[in-house]
């Protein structure tokens, strides 16, 4: 199952709280859409499947593993 989802999620708060100028909750949400991902690919990497956090467009890539 992809979480892409909940990155997508993530971004759009970051989005917004940058826009409001809410600095210090977009940075908070910067921080955590890396560990979300980082724990993405952990729990997928042991199912056998592969998810990247590509940060320059804010999306998580599956790839299934042989």
Known sequence: MSHEWMIDV???LRKFAGT???SRLAEQLDD???IAAAEIAEKAQKS???EHY???NG???GT???
């Open 10 to 12: 993530l971004l759009d």
């Open 20 to 22: 409001n100028r809410l």
């Open 32 to 34: 955590t859409i890396h």
């Open 48 to 50: 056998g499947v592969s």
């Open 54 to 56: 590509d940060s320059q």
């Open 59 to 61: 999306s998580v890539r």
């Open 64 to 66: 299934h593993q042989l």
